[in-house]
């Protein structure tokens, strides 16, 4: 019961889903809850998914891809989306660790936010848009918790950057056996559609492969810029990584322009 109460208190963090009113709330339990972070991801990817099939019934795919996007980011708030941005202004436009903090903290969105949330939807819907139908879902149904463990593994490894921020309730330390359920909740959707044969080890471990270099380089970055990890880091690698897993399988199609 106190698992099911921590994926609730995880779910109401990260999305705008209600929870029963049972669950209840202490302030203790948030810090553990990121271990099913990956678990929301899959929910978020359950409601995508459900919009991208229905609208694919009725439109080409990319509509159908911009209306699963658009409902992810409605369902989260663009929680993650925002958190991007904020990074690309703060690490585009911050010379100093006090600066960079600052220019995160601050709600009005820059050059460099604007500029790489618009090339990071662009990448994200045409690279759906591009898998068939299947696969795409499939991809789906990998990738949201699969960047969502990415983030997580920074809550594991890194430390928190400021003194308070919104992510600070989750900055506890985190165990590694916390991180080892994070990660079953993750592989669980791939190794079932690896099962179901709907996607190949191969197109999974290589997408997969790319995101994780991608989060090592992004706490990397994170860790000398700014010593650790903020809300804003965690947005971030949630979402560069989800993308880059989609390029990942898409790569693995052999579509290549000069095919």
Sequence with gaps: MHQIRLFFIALQFFTRLPIPTWVGFEPGWLHHASRYFPLVGLVVASICGAVYALAALLFPAPLAVVLATAAGIYLTGAFHEDGFADMCDGFGGGMTRERVLDIMKDSRIGAYGAIGIVCLLALKCVALALLPPTTALAALFIAHPLSRLAATALIWRLEYARADGKAKPM???????????????AALPALLLVA?????????????VAAGLATAWLGQKCVRR???????????VQQVTEVIFYLGVLA????GAWH
């Design 252 to 255: 693995s199609l052999g579509q």
């Design 226 to 236: 700014i010593g650790g990890y903020t809300g804003d880091c965690l947005g971030a």
């Design 171 to 185: 900055a506890q330390e985190m165990s590694s056996a916390e991180f080892l359920i994070a990660a079953l909740c």
């Design 196 to 208: 179901a044969g709907v996607l190949s080890w191969q197109a999974i471990a290589g997408a997969a």
